[in-house]
């Protein structure tokens, strides 16, 4: 069966509303479909597997771990059958409007995948939002990510909001924010394959000029700036 598009473990547990760790253990265990895994690879996971591991966090407990794969095995073979297949192994957003059962049903059980699918899409909404504020351009601020059209990196922000710095704060600094943009900033850092660093005041003003350096001594004695 040919997949063509793929994502990692950090955006799939973003998807799937839980951890990297959780998805990992998983993948360990064995309890996700191998045609949901490509070459056995934590980076290079179909889409599917964050429902599906949503699913599987959710009904543990209730459900066994041969309940839960035979769930996943029979959705599985039913999306194997279709010609349109890559759609759902892709959780395109087209599936909303495909006639497709998402529920298997054994003995008096019945398990509904759908609900996990509906929230993993939403979420990989988030996940396109941010990408297309937030860009990266080796001629801004060296390729620091920043919110598009502007030198304000991403890691920046987040520092700020970390260090306890309110919305009305944030806004009276960057009058461009509103809180979609912070929440999309919180959703690239989360999904982002390396984290960004704090850019310093020189790099955000790339027109100032070092006026003065002073050299100063701490209690133990050690030089700094």
């Not at 601020?141 to 598009?148: E, N, T």
Request: charged share 20%; aromatic share 8%.
């Amino acid at each position: 069966m040919r997949v063509t598009h793929f994502i990692s473990l950090a955006e799939t547990a973003f998807m799937a509303g839980t951890t990297e760790r959780e998805i990992s253990a998983l993948l360990v265990d064995r309890v996700l479909a191998p045609l949901l895994i490509c070459d056995g690879d934590a980076e290079r996971l179909v889409p599917m597997v964050a429902p599906v591991a949503s699913f599987c966090l959710a009904t543990h407990g209730c459900l066994t771990p041969w309940g839960q794969a035979r769930v996943i095995r029979t959705l599985i073979e039913r999306i194997e059958a279709r010609e349109d297949f890559e759609l759902f192994l892709g959780l395109h957003e087209q599936l909303g409007s495909t006639d497709f059962d998402w529920t298997v049903t054994w003995s008096c059980i019945t398990a509904d995948m759908w609900p996990f699918v509906v929230a993993s899409l939403g979420r990989a909404t988030q996940m396109a939002h941010a990408r297309s504020v937030i860009q990266s351009d080796p001629q801004v601020m060296g390729g620091m990510p920043c919110f598009s059209g502007t030198r304000l990196p991403v890691a920046n922000l987040l520092a700020l909001k970390k260090g306890g710095l309110g919305f009305p704060a944030l806004k009276a600094a960057y009058p461009f924010l509103t809180e979609e943009l912070v929440k999309a900033a919180e959703v690239y850092a989360i999904v982002s394959a390396t984290p960004s660093q704090v850019a310093t005041l020189e790099l955000m003003n790339t027109e100032g000029k070092l006026i003065r350096k002073k050299v100063v001594r701490t209690k133990d004695g050690e030089l700094g700036d």
